[in-house]
């Protein structure tokens, strides 16, 4: 068990650049979430997956983000045309089985800044 | 909706002494709850969670936390503060279903002095 890891850790692009996040989960779990966690807050959701398949996404997913997970193992999050709002951490987290008491353990996050 | 507060974005206390974070929850069902801590450039660890079996929580690095349908509470507690307590606590809540995401709270800095 290597845990949950997120690839790059820190990622500064200018405005109107594209962006792309990569997560490994925990090797035998089967959910992956995706969060964002802006200064002063706490994690927010963004969307789920099960296997491969992208179960729910929140609100606050805009048309200029997507996500995918084929295969069912790792996961990307792309984010297009960024905006200076779009400056955050984005965390990953993946868990296995259960019916929502199942702990869901976290990556260390990919810190975007957007000039 | 489910939702989670938690009273106090920044707690001070000194080494040795009683540490207590509140969290109150909103949830039309019931809920699943947990606690997490982050540590500076790291992702979040769980703590304790709560599911519907004993009200009374113990978790890792001594805390604890009680949870309490009449008060919807969870708070977390721990007897003896550490200096490698520092860090940033999160409650979470989510509901009794399969795949829910986890909502948070705004989080609890802990600072600890000597």
């Known amino acids: 068990d290597t845990g949950v890891s997120q690839d790059p850790r820190h990622k500064i692009t200018k405005r109107g650049q594209n962006v792309t996040f990569r997560c490994d989960p925990i090797s035998e779990h089967n959910r992956l979430y995706w969060y964002r966690q802006t200064l002063g807050q706490g994690p927010e959701f963004l969307t789920y997956?099960?296997?491969?398949?992208?179960?729910?996404k929140s609100r606050l997913l805009s048309d200029r983000f997507s996500a995918e997970r084929p295969k069912g193992s790792f996961s990307t999050l792309e984010i297009q045309r960024t905006e200076q709002g779009d400056s955050a951490m984005y965390l990953c987290?993946?868990?296995?089985?259960?019916?929502?008491?199942?702990?869901?353990?976290f990556g260390p996050g990919t810190r975007l800044l957007v000039l | 909706a489910q939702s989670v507060t938690q009273l106090g974005s920044h707690v001070s206390v000194s080494e040795g002494a009683l540490v207590l974070l509140r969290c109150n929850y909103s949830s039309s069902v019931p809920p699943y709850l947990f606690w997490y801590v982050q540590y500076p450039n790291q992702g979040l660890q769980l703590l304790l969670k709560?599911?519907?079996?004993?009200?009374l929580v113990k978790g890792i690095n001594g805390f604890e936390a009680e949870f309490k349908k009449s008060e919807t509470s969870f708070h977390l507690t721990k007897p003896s503060a550490h200096m490698s307590d520092a860090a940033e606590y999160f409650c979470?809540?989510?509901?009794?279903?399969?795949?829910?995401?986890?909502?948070f709270g705004k989080g609890t800095t802990l600072s600890v002095s000597s």
């Open positions: 987290a993946s868990s296995l089985g259960g019916q929502g008491r199942e702990t869901q353990y």
């Open positions: 997956f099960q296997n491969e398949a992208q179960l729910e």
């Open positions: 979470a809540v989510t509901l009794n279903q399969a795949g829910t995401a986890l909502i």
């Open positions: 709560y599911t519907s079996a004993a009200t």
